[in-house]
């Protein structure tokens, strides 16, 4: 591959030469890489006769020119070579002039002392030193592709050297990256039973009419739900088919693109078909906000209700919804039917709502549930947004096995109702037991550890009114509960 590197100023003195040579070149011989240096003529020769110069008394050595990576998906890496004494350029901007092309996988590896900025995104960037002029010498700027190009025409970039962010002097590229066919404008859409509709335009650049487009995936995969599509009437050489379709499979939800080989074909007599291009296009999948469902489908979800699970050893009791997401909000709340507060819990609707219990009994427990869409917004108006669906259940876990205990001697509780003090007595002399009180909510409010004692005495003046249960836990014997009903 042959490559022609132009200096502005050396451009002036040699436009005869480089430049119509370069331009020729292009018109004669598309796959070469070539570029294409402009100026006004009259300019160059009110220049000359001014400053009255030969041809060999300037010599200009920095350049910017471009290295082949892979031709045929247009890819190449932009290099420089900066002599000093051409001016004291500190910074380079590269820029894509072609209207219907862009950069793409752009990657630079640059060691320290560059300040690197998008000042167009895929279209225009810039490279500065942090302090001082560019490197002398040979340089690898940056790695990129050409994408989006729609015709065979050439692409041109611009490439300015700059001192201090003022462009002093300007190189014009012009490559060619020629593909059998373009596939642009294109756009993928989310479909509403979770599938994907890929939606693009088709320009056959072959020099063969071809009449089927056939799609091949990586290995593996099968996301693509019909293979080929039959173009009717053929695509003759040069024509554009607009409004093409294929539907991808929910799966692809999975990936961020997918890259696919899309094969045109010419359709012979018979079973016969001969392949005329084949080029590697990659389709971008979205991402989509499927919260916000038909509102019947909301309210099958929250119908369904939810399940739990008893942990007797810890004490326990886990819920789970059985049909919500994480595009649903649930407020829990949960209440022992005997009496007490309740307890709830904000989360989103995979999330499990653990609720750790003190006593055994019936529990109302309910789930109301907001459906919001990605953005936070709610996917219904306020007043449907949201569902509540309540059930009781009953906390018991069995017993399997109790060991033998002798039982606590008798207890008298009084003075019950009490209001300022509450006395425990035992008939006879009880050693080393723990008395727990509990309010009817389960909330632990006193707790002591006797060694021996016959009579307790609490003070419960500072108590709300209300229903206690007092727990007595000797080393040696079953657990007793005592109801104490305070008054006010």
């Not at 990657?107 to 320290?112: A, K, P, R």
């Amino acid at each position: 591959m042959r490559q022609r590197k132009c200096h502005p100023l050396i451009i002036l003195l040699l436009f005869m030469q480089v430049c119509l040579y370069g331009k020729e070149e292009l018109t004669s011989n598309v796959v070469n890489l070539s570029f294409l240096c402009l100026l006004n003529f009259g300019s160059l020769v009110n220049m000359l006769l001014s400053l009255k110069l030969k041809l060999t008394t300037l010599e200009l050595t920095s350049t910017a020119y471009l290295s082949e990576v892979d031709s045929a998906a247009c890819c190449y890496t932009l290099s420089f070579n900066y002599d000093p004494a051409d001016g004291p350029y500190n910074g380079i901007e590269v820029s894509v002039i072609s209207l219907d092309a862009q950069f793409s996988a752009i990657n630079y590896d640059l060691s320290g002392g560059w300040l690197h900025s998008i000042p167009e995104p895929h279209r225009r960037l810039r490279w500065l030193r942090a302090s001082g002029n560019l490197p002398t010498g040979g340089y690898a700027l940056f790695d990129f592709c050409i994408d989006e190009w729609t015709s065979n025409q050439p692409i041109r970039m611009a490439v300015n050297w700059l001192n201090n962010n003022t462009i002093s002097a300007t190189d014009t590229l012009e490559l060619v990256c020629q593909k059998c066919s373009a596939i642009w404008p294109d756009s993928t859409t989310c479909m509403p039973d979770s599938s994907y509709l890929y939606t693009f335009n088709y320009t056959n650049n072959s020099p063969f009419t071809v009449n089927r487009l056939r799609f091949r995936e990586s290995p593996g995969e099968d996301l693509v739900v019909e293979d080929e599509i039959v173009l009717a009437p053929p695509l003759l050489p040069g024509v554009t088919a607009g409004g093409l379709s294929i539907q991808l499979r929910p799966d692809a939800a999975a990936l961020t693109s997918l890259c696919l080989e899309f094969t045109a074909s010419r359709l012979l007599d018979g079973d016969i078909a001969l392949d005329c291009c084949t080029v590697t296009h990659c389709i971008e999948i979205p991402v989509c906000d499927r919260c916000c469902t038909e509102y019947t489908d909301f309210e099958a979800d929250v119908a369904q209700r939810f399940t739990y699970k008893l942990d007797c050893t810890g004490q326990s009791a886990t819920f789970t919804a059985d049909a919500l997401s994480e595009c649903d909000e649930v407020f829990w709340r949960i209440r022992m039917l005997s009496g007490g507060p309740t307890v709830g819990s904000f989360l989103p609707g995979d999330a499990p709502f653990i609720y750790n219990y003190t006593m055994e009994g019936d529990y109302r427990v309910c789930m109301r549930v907001t459906r919001y869409d990605l953005e936070g917004n709610l996917c219904y108006d306020a007043d449907l947004a949201t569902l509540e669906v309540c059930d009781t259940i009953l906390i018991d876990c069995p017993v399997t096995y109790v060991a033998p205990v002798a039982a606590i001697p008798q207890i008298a509780l009084w003075p019950n109702p009490a209001r300022d003090w509450v006395e425990l007595q035992f008939i006879e002399q009880v050693t080393n037991f723990c008395y727990a009180v509990y309010t009817s909510g389960g909330v632990l409010i006193d707790r002591q550890w006797i060694k021996t004692s016959s009579r307790i005495r609490l003070d419960i003046r500072q108590w709300p009114a209300g229903v206690y249960f007092i727990l007595l836990q000797p080393y040696d014997a079953q657990i007793e509960v005592l109801r104490l009903m305070v008054l006010r």
